[in-house]
């Protein structure tokens, strides 16, 4: 068997569970699977919850058309009009907009809401079976799931990428615009060397979730505990391994990334249980036991894989900073935050300050390097587009690096 590895690691010293940013598809109570209520991913119970399906109140906003109507549980004749209609697998979070974008189990409808508080209401983005024609015409139903939308990620490019059961469904939807847009990117190829572990296998490749990657690639957890890279480019699928350190009754439906770079795993049948994969160059996964932990269909964050390795890995660093040990991502930045990658090697506070062409200071942060590779964020969400330097500096104000960074 292959060995299990990501070629990712984390940055930080030290793994704590870190919670903030993700949340779940559960039901009302932990142990059910009415896929239909969103949560954040914690220790809390009602206190965290998001969006209760049953109980929804506000607006129905159709993108396509425009049109608004009200929603109760009162005013409800089909069961689409509740946001989440008849369950969900399928979660992103948008961090730039603070939207969670999800798809509806059997009748593929893109929907998002918005997390501001003055916002109750539910937005119809389209069908995916508009865009992605079912084969033969044949509905959804329980006898025929692989089309079926189950894993969904926010991608370091700024879109929302979705997959369907048997990976002959691959889309994306844009964001940034004011009507998204769903955008058929074709079907999913096995690389030869796979042997026969297949994308589109049934048995072993079926369900799961999928992260990100700052460097633009994907990575499915089926919910057979197999893990998947995807060049979102060539849709050419790498089969990486199985993880190791599950129990044969863990079924991976959640995926998450931490705010320390470690994946946070969720299971639909297993209350009270979750996992941590600590380090993803390898594919070991600890299983954690809290009793207020629901089980779930699905996870989001807003949060990327990275990587303590150079601009060899990460393809989107300027090359040409490799010696001075600081690196931009992505670049041009396009999802409204830069991250900036300190290679190891570098210690003390350091000033990261954003510069227009005429030179005026537009944002300043800081950051202590300890010496080992870490990464900051930089939001450039109130930026207006066009180019920027960033210009590093050390505790003695020397400069340490300066970097072309285009935002758009």
């Given at each position: 068997?292959?060995?299990?590895?990501?070629?990712?690691?984390?940055?930080?010293?030290?793994?704590?569970?870190?919670?903030?940013?993700?949340?779940?598809?559960?039901?009302?109570?932990?142990?059910?699977?009415a896929w239909s209520n969103i949560r954040e991913a914690s220790f809390?119970?009602?206190?965290?919850?998001?969006?209760?399906?049953?109980?929804?109140?506000?607006?129905?906003?159709?993108?396509?058309?425009?049109?608004?109507?009200?929603?109760?549980?009162?005013?409800?004749?089909?069961?689409?009009?509740?946001?989440?209609?008849?369950?969900?697998?399928?979660?992103?979070?948008?961090?730039?907009?603070?939207?969670?974008?999800?798809?509806?189990?059997?009748?593929?409808?893109?929907?998002?809401?918005?997390?501001?508080?003055?916002?109750?209401?539910?937005?119809?983005?389209?069908?995916?079976?508009?865009?992605?024609?079912?084969?033969?015409?044949?509905?959804?139903?329980?006898?025929?799931?692989?089309?079926?939308?189950?894993?969904?990620?926010?991608?370091?490019?700024?879109?929302?990428?979705?997959?369907?059961?048997?990976?002959?469904?691959?889309?994306?939807?844009?964001?940034?615009?004011?009507?998204?847009?769903?955008?058929?990117?074709?079907?999913?190829?096995?690389?030869?060397?796979?042997?026969?572990?297949?994308?589109?296998?049934?048995?072993?490749?079926?369900?799961?979730?999928?992260?990100?990657?700052?460097?633009?690639?994907?990575?499915?957890?089926?919910?057979?505990?197999?893990?998947?890279?995807?060049?979102?480019?060539?849709?050419?699928?790498?089969?990486?391994?199985?993880?190791?350190?599950?129990?044969?009754?863990?079924?991976?439906?959640?995926?998450?990334?931490?705010?320390?770079?470690?994946?946070?795993?969720?299971?639909?049948?297993?209350?009270?249980?979750?996992?941590?994969?600590?380090?993803?160059?390898?594919?070991?996964?600890?299983?954690?036991?809290?009793?207020?932990?629901?089980?779930?269909?699905?996870?989001?964050?807003?949060?990327?894989?990275?990587?303590?390795?150079?601009?060899?890995?990460?393809?989107?660093?300027?090359?040409?900073?490799?010696?001075?040990?600081?690196?931009?991502?992505?670049?041009?930045?396009?999802?409204?935050?830069?991250?900036?990658?300190?290679?190891?090697?570098?210690?003390?506070?350091?000033?990261?300050?954003?510069?227009?062409i005429s030179g005026a200071v537009q944002q300043q942060s800081s950051?202590?390097?300890?010496?080992?590779?870490?990464?900051?964020?930089?939001?450039?969400?109130?930026?207006?587009?066009?180019?920027?330097?960033?210009?590093?500096?050390?505790?003695?104000?020397?400069e340490v690096e300066t970097i072309k960074v285009m935002i758009r």
């Amino acid at each position: 068997m292959k060995a299990p590895i990501l070629l990712f690691t984390i940055l930080s010293a030290g793994v704590t569970f870190a919670q903030q940013g993700i949340f779940a598809v559960t039901d009302l109570k932990a142990g059910g699977a009415a896929w239909s209520n969103i949560r954040e991913a914690s220790f809390n119970n009602e206190g965290n919850l998001i969006l209760k399906n049953q109980e929804f109140k506000g607006d129905r906003i159709d993108l396509g058309t425009q049109q608004k109507r009200a929603v109760s549980a009162q005013s409800v004749t089909q069961p689409g009009d509740f946001p989440m209609h008849s369950g969900v697998a399928a979660l992103a979070y948008d961090r730039v907009h603070n939207r969670l974008y999800f798809s509806t189990m059997f009748n593929g409808d893109i929907r998002y809401v918005s997390l501001g508080k003055d916002d109750p209401a539910y937005y119809q983005v389209g069908k995916v079976y508009a865009t992605i024609p079912l084969p033969n015409n044949v509905p959804v139903s329980a006898t025929n799931q692989g089309p079926v939308i189950t894993r969904m990620t926010m991608g370091a490019d700024g879109y929302v990428y979705g997959m369907s059961n048997d990976g002959n469904g691959f889309f994306r939807i844009s964001t940034s615009a004011k009507k998204p847009v769903i955008e058929d990117l074709g079907k999913l190829s096995d690389d030869a060397a796979n042997g026969a572990m297949s994308i589109h296998s049934s048995c072993s490749s079926w369900g799961g979730d999928m992260i990100a990657s700052a460097d633009g690639s994907l990575y499915i957890f089926s919910m057979y505990q197999q893990v998947f890279k995807v060049n979102p480019a060539d849709k050419k699928t790498t089969w990486l391994g199985k993880i190791q350190g599950l129990p044969a009754d863990f079924t991976v439906n959640g995926a998450a990334v931490n705010e320390d770079g470690s994946i946070l795993l969720s299971s639909s049948t297993l209350s009270g249980k979750y996992a941590i994969i600590a380090d993803p160059a390898v594919l070991n996964a600890t299983v954690k036991q809290h009793p207020g932990w629901y089980n779930s269909s699905d996870l989001a964050s807003g949060n990327l894989l990275f990587s303590k390795k150079d601009a060899v890995v990460f393809g989107e660093f300027d090359r040409s900073t490799q010696q001075s040990g600081v690196g931009v991502y992505p670049n041009p930045v396009t999802n409204g935050q830069v991250i900036v990658h300190f290679k190891d090697g570098l210690s003390g506070k350091h000033s990261m300050d954003l510069l227009d062409i005429s030179g005026a200071v537009q944002q300043q942060s800081s950051v202590t390097l300890n010496g080992q590779a870490q990464r900051v964020t930089m939001r450039t969400g109130v930026l207006a587009q066009g180019i920027y330097l960033l210009r590093v500096t050390n505790a003695q104000r020397r400069e340490v690096e300066t970097i072309k960074v285009m935002i758009r």
